[in-house]
């Protein structure tokens, strides 16, 4: 990669690529881990006597940016506890805490940079770190990890609040030192500028029209403004819901346990409640069918009785009346009988 810083229209470009280390990780992309280590730390490092305790970790894969950062900060946290003195206890400790095919990468690079134990500088140590993070990151990660942060990276509108967003800005400025590339973290002036600019817009807006002149001001004191102003937007959003639901119209229909909402048509032709159970379930109904069946009932006795009567009346007429309507024909015609 060339020397030359880049220019305002590299920087542009490089911002609107996909950062090695987003401000939300991605659901989709899932760091792998190997098998889990247990560390042994001293409490007090520099007394050799000194009660230790342990840690439990797991190997890094070489999959990912962010795990590769915390990979980095695991060594340097075992250089500082354990402690280690040299380069090579340092490489090896690094080393232990890979899984393949990550460690046999690391293993290769290491070989071809270490040939002598006068090999074991702090110079050779950067740059086998960086030509292995080489084997699974773009060789410009720390300076697009950089342009991201100052151009790319805003709180989201929702899933994240100002502290949170506070310290994920700071998290992705620490990993920018350990990446690959000419990158080169933010000063706390430059992050506490970014971090202003980079909120939600509601909380610049209100910083805007107030007395609160945050040039002057520490991030951490920044942050706490922010937390407050946050905490009275969340408090009128909570009031002012519950006003639309006390002034809301009730609902005709209401829900039963299981959710389901209960309406009966008769009910409410007739002006009555029906908001409470379903036409199978009224009362009203069922008093109205067993009153209709009772009546058909009746009803069909009664046809009963006259049908029989009528019968009775016929049966007694004369024959003449009968014989009256009957008619010879010829043996070729149909005989047809009126009554």
Request: aromatic residues 8%; glycine residues 2%; contains cysteine.
């Amino acid at each position: 990669m060339s020397s030359d810083p880049p220019t305002e229209a590299m920087r542009r470009s490089i911002a609107l690529l996909p950062p090695p280390i987003p401000l939300v990780p991605s659901n989709n992309v899932v760091s792998a881990t190997g098998t889990e280590v247990t560390l042994k730390f001293r409490r007090i490092p520099t007394q050799r006597n000194s009660d230790t305790y342990q840690k439990k970790v797991h190997e890094f894969a070489g999959d990912s940016a962010e795990g590769y950062v915390k990979w980095r900060q695991l060594i340097e946290e075992c250089q500082t506890q354990m402690p280690l003195t040299t380069v090579e206890q340092r490489l090896n400790q690094a080393g232990h805490l890979l899984a393949s095919p990550a460690k046999d990468n690391f293993n290769a690079v290491r070989a071809t940079i270490i040939a002598t134990p006068a090999d074991y500088t702090e110079e050779n140590f950067t740059r086998i770190m960086d030509d292995f993070a080489k084997t699974f990151l773009p060789a410009d990660a720390a300076l697009k990890q950089q342009l991201y942060l100052e151009h790319g990276a805003f709180q989201p509108e929702t899933g994240m609040t100002v502290a949170e967003f506070s310290n994920r800005l700071k998290v992705l400025n620490s990993a920018i030192s350990y990446l690959p590339g000419q990158g080169t973290p933010l000063n706390p002036e430059r992050m506490k500028i970014n971090f202003v600019h980079k909120v939600d817009s509601f909380y610049i807006h209100l910083i805007m029209k107030s007395s609160f002149d945050f040039l002057t001001k520490t991030q951490s004191q920044i942050l706490a403004h922010l937390q407050n102003l946050e905490l009275i937007r969340i408090l009128t959003k909570q009031q002012q819901e519950a006003k639309r639901n006390q002034n809301a119209k009730p609902s005709v229909h209401k829900k039963s346990d299981n959710g389901i909402k209960k309406f009966c048509w008769h009910c409410k032709r007739m002006n009555k409640k029906c908001d409470n159970h379903n036409a199978n379930e009224c009362r009203h109904l069922k008093r109205l069918s067993e009153n209709e069946v009772a009546t058909n009932k009746a009803k069909e006795s009664d046809d009963h009785k006259l049908t029989a009567k009528k019968f009775v009346n016929f049966k007694n007429k004369p024959n003449k009346a009968k014989n009256h309507h009957i008619e010879e024909v010829s043996g070729d015609e149909d005989v047809e009988f009126e009554l």
